[in-house]
């Protein structure tokens, strides 16, 4: 089966500039994660949604982050001013259903200069 | 508040050699606890959770709730298991927390 896709792979930024990455899961899962990876670290949850809703974003820094998956499939996450600390990797997962296996795409690498 | 602690950065062992990858946990309640894997240049992948007690790629991880452990260990280590090895828990709210991960090297 297709996996989760992300794109871009790799983006390089300015400080305060603006990026978006986008996420594909896989079909028919209604459970969609972006994780913030910074590097050393274990993923870290940012947002969860459950089809178009948001179940989970109490990680997510507002004043700067928004996300958003409008159908229920695909899913942007946004950053806007970008600090030099969000430089990470940000991973998007889905799972059938809530509670399920996760299957992580293969990530964004973010670098903030 | 939920933690996992992997206390090993870094692990490297012979082949053939016996391995075991620590991670210990935090919370109150009853913990789901998975054990994630990286291979290099692959992406992040379910190993085994504790739950299926299950045996994969001959890995087992025992739920020790005295010690608040669930570590990670094969009798003979391969060198394709050279990877990016990460504990994690999850919530009552569904919440997946990961520990910082143990690298793994297996030398030939």
């Known amino acids: 089966e297709a996996g989760v896709a992300q794109s871009p792979r790799y983006k390089i930024i300015e400080k305060r500039q603006s990026v978006a990455f986008w996420c594909n899961p896989i079909s028919g899962h209604a459970t969609l994660y972006w994780y913030q990876q910074i590097l050393g670290q274990g993923p870290k949850l940012l947002i969860q949604?459950?089809?178009?809703?948001?179940?989970?974003d109490s990680q997510l820094p507002k004043d700067r982050f928004s996300a958003e998956r409008l159908k229920g499939v695909d899913s942007t996450l946004k950053i806007q001013p970008a600090k030099l600390e969000d430089s990470a990797v940000y991973l998007c997962?889905?799972?059938?259903?809530?509670?399920?296996?996760?299957?992580f795409g293969s990530g964004t690498q973010l670098s903030v200069l | 508040a939920q933690r996992v602690t992997q206390p090993e950065k870094l692990l490297s062992v012979f082949k053939g050699a016996p391995v075991e990858l620590k991670c210990n946990y935090s919370?109150?309640?009853?913990?789901?606890l998975f054990w994630y894997v990286q291979y290099s240049r692959q992406r992040l992948q379910l190993l085994l959770r504790?739950?299926s007690r299950e045996s994969i790629k001959g890995f087992t991880a025992d739920l020790n709730k005295g010690e608040t452990s669930f570590h990670l260990k094969k009798p003979f280590a391969q060198e394709e298991d050279s990877a990016m090895y990460y504990c994690?828990?999850?919530?009552?709210?569904?919440?997946?927390?990961f520990g910082r991960g143990t690298q793994l090297t297996v030398w030939p």
């Open positions: 949604f459950q089809n178009n809703g948001v179940v989970d």
């Open positions: 997962a889905s799972s059938l259903h809530e509670g399920e296996k996760l299957f």
């Open positions: 994690a828990s999850r919530s009552t709210l569904g919440r997946l927390y």
């Open positions: 504790h739950i």
């Open positions: 919370y109150s309640g009853s913990p789901e």
